[in-house]
């Protein structure tokens, strides 16, 4: 029976416009390929969002090894500064141009068709998982969640899991993930008393106050990294007061910051922080501060191990180069997956993603299905 063509699969789901939370039938195209090469489909859909489900081998079997990835794709933005159609998956000069091409429907083409490829040839004695969302590029809220609350309703397990997103900075094979950093975004409002400007005594202005805040959390070292991760960061990101008027002195004042926290900290315990520098300004000025606070997913770290080795060992036998354990970046779902098994990323390089004329090499995504080969051949062996 012929290979899964991993280049060919790649462009059938870049010619799905599954811009988030559409489908766009991606999921339909992975969902007939799969069925097809004998794994049990099913949906796990929530609030609108369609999740696959693939198992080949025995439910609840005690070592399974599952892939994670999504076919959501961001917006394309502005049309006509691409040069190639964005979902038109057309390759020049061995460069496969398109959105999602990079992130990710070429790594979840390649692990399908690695997988497909690996159950046919030598059907292990295991269970091969594929878990692919329709909400990642999104809120995530109904995507990769709704898949681990199927499984955990069903049964199903994964005893490992390998999130195929792109962790190259510059040349395939050199970063593989094996944590991530938290990240929370705290909206502050000032609320003083509106006044004229020119009688600032009979008003209390809520500029000086968040200022004052605001250079407060900027300053603050939250600590200085530590053997796995770098320090955390606090960014402002947004000030704000919506007032178009030189004589009239606000009566409220809005500032937006986002932490990417290592696993020294805690959602918690920085709100808890923020909080009590929120309070103590308040107090010192007699204003009033309210904060609302989003934790879009905790830090977290899978020690280097059977895990990390099993990966670092396929990439540098199938690309020469000796990857190094990193967890810099931003978030991706493998956020929900370390709460269900141990979870690694290994993917494309992901120079492209996101950006007009987002491209992938071809020879790359052949690369990528080799590793990811390897990695189920030695890992079942």
């Known amino acids: 029976m012929a290979l899964v063509d991993p280049v060919a699969l790649t462009a059938a789901l870049v010619r799905c416009e599954s811009v988030t939370p559409a489908d766009g039938g991606a999921l339909d195209v992975l969902h007939d390929l799969l069925s097809e090469a004998g794994f049990d489909c099913a949906w796990a859909d929530r609030k609108g969002i369609r999740n696959l489900y693939a198992r080949w081998g025995t439910k609840g079997h005690a070592r399974s090894f599952g892939f ?54 030598t059907p292990p004695d295991g269970a091969v998982i594929l878990a692919i969302t329709g909400d990642e590029e999104g809120d995530a809220t109904d995507g990769t969640t709704a898949l681990l609350e199927y499984m955990d309703k069903t049964g199903e397990a994964m005893s490992v899991c390998l999130v195929g997103e792109p962790t190259c900075p510059e040349t395939m094979g050199e970063m593989i993930k094996i944590g991530r950093r938290g990240s929370m975004t705290a909206w502050l409002t000032v609320t003083g008393v509106q006044g004229h400007s020119a009688y600032p005594h009979r008003a209390n202005n809520p500029l000086p106050p ?47 910051v986002n932490i990417r926290f290592n696993d020294i900290h805690s959602g918690k315990g ?78 494309l390089v992901g120079q492209s993603m996101h950006k007009v004329d987002e491209h992938v090499r071809v020879d790359h995504i052949g690369q990528l299905k080799a590793v990811y080969s390897r990695i189920l051949r030695d890992y079942f062996a």
């Open 68 to 121: 994670n990835g999504h076919t959501d794709v961001v917006p394309v933005g502005d049309v006509a500064a691409w040069s190639m159609p964005p979902f038109g998956a057309e390759v020049k000069d061995g460069v496969m141009y398109g959105r999602g091409t990079t992130d990710m429907k070429s790594g979840v083409a390649a692990f399908a068709a690695a997988a497909i490829d690996f159950v046919r040839d």
């Open 210 to 256: 968040l200022m004052h805040l605001m250079n407060q959390l900027a300053g603050h070292e939250l600590d200085q990294g530590n053997d796995h991760f770098d320090a955390s960061t606090l960014a402002i990101v947004t000030v704000d007061t919506g007032n178009p008027a030189t004589n009239v002195i606000p009566a409220q004042a809005r500032a937006t």
């Open 270 to 347: 920085l709100t808890t922080w923020l909080t009590a520098q929120a309070d103590a300004v308040a107090s010192e000025y007699g204003v009033e501060i309210d904060m609302k606070v989003k934790v879009s997913g905790e830090s977290f770290l899978t020690p280097p191990g059977a895990l990390s080795d099993l990966v670092a060992r396929a990439v540098r036998d199938e690309t020469g180069i000796e990857p190094v354990l990193s967890t810099s970046g931003g978030t991706s779902d493998a956020r929900f997956v370390k709460n269900h098994c141990p979870v690694v990323e290994f993917g």
